[in-house]
């Protein structure tokens, strides 16, 4: 491919997500590492569906391009990318297995080298991996779907940080979900929902549904209405320009998780309770995340359960992570939390650190309570533990 399509596509990203990197360093890291475009050959819009949903749940993927030598479909929550045939028109095919119903991110490998599909525009949330996404239904609405309910509220808000290293002019961000009928002059509950590696701030609203999830639970009377927080997860971005490698390297890992603890406790938090009328009963405070951010939402908030009475940790990346340094002092009886939830894939490569945590948390007598469904490490398994954890949170004698 001409390096200047590569490099557009690059450019476009950077442009996307001008909060977390500077717009030249993601560009050129997009121009090394994940060509965006479709090789030249396949620019041009196939006349074909490249994603076909049929009824038993399989979904066809097809990419047109006669000179590739291998193409592969990579499917989330699949655990190997399939190999897909070439018909005469050089049209690549596959078909996947049954799926239960989900929201499914793919893209192409082609001679080896990752693509997304120039023909679907559904792309997920990523600085650094985006991937394109399709959706196997279910025999009616899911939880996560957009459906005639009341729907809660949106906003971004925008901050000048002096703890994030790595961001342009110093600026980074957060959104918050308000529900609906949001009354400012009433208490609510709040929970810190963090994104993993890789991710935006905006990830748990796009990948993960989140507002729609919360929409829908509070439309079935499952969950009280509460503010979610929805912050970006990084201590330092240059915690991202290392790749994968990254999660090697425990001074890395800490070093980003204590800055980013930092910014999180005495930057967003103070923001958010002047901005929003947060209850003041720690056990109406929760913090939850996913992979980096279940590293992040495990070490702060069981580091302050003196705010946070509810912690949830799912695929947390703690793989590093020390638990008798890091949680020398932990005392069920000090912590007294209502909900403390470790979740992971059991296909997940994390499955055995998550294990080793549990592990050590009964040993400290803690009331932790373990979740282990099929799955990678995918956002499949993340969104069902909201919908499961989130009835749990901030749970009175008060009805929703």
């Known amino acids: 491919m001409p390096k200047p399509v590569r490099l557009c596509a690059a450019l476009l990203t950077a442009a996307l997500y001008p909060l977390s990197l500077s717009a030249f360093s993601l560009a050129i890291f997009s121009f090394f590492v994940l060509p965006?475009?479709?090789?030249?050959?396949?620019?041009?819009?196939?006349?074909?569906?490249?994603?076909?949903?049929?009824?038993?749940?399989?979904?066809?993927?097809?990419?047109?391009?006669?000179?590739?030598?291998?193409?592969?479909?990579?499917?989330?929550?699949?655990?190997?990318?399939?190999?897909?045939?070439?018909?005469?028109?050089?049209?690549?095919?596959?078909?996947?297995?049954?799926?239960?119903?989900?929201?499914y991110r793919y893209h192409f490998e082609i001679?080896?080298?990752?693509?997304?599909?120039?023909?679907?525009?559904?792309?997920?949330?990523?600085?650094?991996?985006?991937?394109?996404?399709?959706?196997?239904?279910?025999?009616?609405?899911?939880?996560?779907?957009?459906?005639?309910?009341?729907?809660?509220?949106?906003?971004?808000?925008?901050?000048?940080?002096?703890?994030?290293?790595?961001?342009?002019?110093?600026?980074?961000?957060?959104?918050?979900?308000?529900p609906p009928r949001y009354d400012p002059a009433k208490a609510y509950p709040v929970l810190y929902l963090l994104h993993g590696w890789t991710d935006s701030s905006y990830g748990w609203i796009y990948n993960g549904r989140a507002n729609f999830i919360l929409d829908n639970l509070l439309a079935e009377g499952k969950i009280r209405p509460m503010i979610v927080v929805m912050p970006l997860g990084y201590g330092d971005l240059g915690f991202i320009h290392s790749k994968i490698d990254v999660w090697r390297?425990?001074?890395?890992?800490?070093?980003?998780?204590?800055?980013?603890?930092?910014?999180?406790?005495?930057?967003?938090?103070?923001?958010?309770?002047?901005?929003y009328n947060i209850s003041k009963d720690r056990n109406d405070h929760a913090i939850a995340g996913l992979s980096m951010g279940g590293l992040e939402a495990v070490t702060i908030g069981l580091a302050h359960s003196d705010y946070f009475a509810s912690v949830i940790g799912l695929s947390a990346a703690v793989q590093k992570l020390?638990?008798?340094?890091?949680?020398?002092?932990?005392?069920?009886?000090?912590?007294?939390?209502?909900?403390?939830?470790?979740?992971?894939?059991?296909?997940?490569?994390?499955?055995?650190?998550?294990?080793?945590?549990?592990?050590?948390?009964?040993?400290?007598?803690?009331?932790?309570?373990?979740?282990?469904?099929?799955?990678?490490?995918t956002w499949l398994v993340w969104r069902d533990n909201l919908i499961h954890f989130a009835p749990l949170l901030f749970q009175t004698s008060e009805k929703p």
């Open 322 to 377: 020390d638990f008798a340094k890091q949680f020398a002092d932990l005392d069920p009886k000090t912590a007294d939390l209502r909900l403390l939830w470790i979740a992971c894939g059991t296909e997940d490569g994390l499955i055995g650190p998550n294990r080793r945590l549990v592990a050590f948390l009964k040993e400290k007598k803690m009331p932790v309570t373990q979740i282990e469904i099929p799955g990678l490490h």
């Open 36 to 103: 965006l475009a479709p090789p030249l050959s396949a620019q041009v819009l196939p006349s074909f569906p490249s994603t076909e949903v049929h009824a038993d749940h399989t979904i066809t993927f097809r990419y047109r391009d006669p000179g590739a030598k291998a193409v592969l479909c990579s499917i989330e929550n699949v655990a190997k990318p399939l190999p897909m045939e070439k018909d005469a028109e050089g049209v690549w095919t596959v078909t996947s297995a049954p799926l239960p119903a989900g929201i």
């Open 249 to 275: 390297d425990a001074p890395s890992i800490d070093h980003n998780t204590e800055l980013y603890t930092k910014a999180l406790l005495t930057e967003v938090m103070p923001r958010v309770e002047a901005e």
């Open 111 to 178: 001679n080896g080298i990752s693509f997304l599909d120039p023909a679907n525009p559904v792309i997920s949330n990523s600085l650094m991996r985006p991937a394109n996404m399709v959706t196997v239904p279910g025999d009616g609405p899911e939880l996560w779907d957009a459906t005639d309910v009341p729907h809660g509220r949106i906003d971004h808000h925008y901050y000048t940080t002096s703890v994030v290293e790595g961001l342009t002019n110093n600026q980074s961000d957060y959104y918050v979900y308000t």
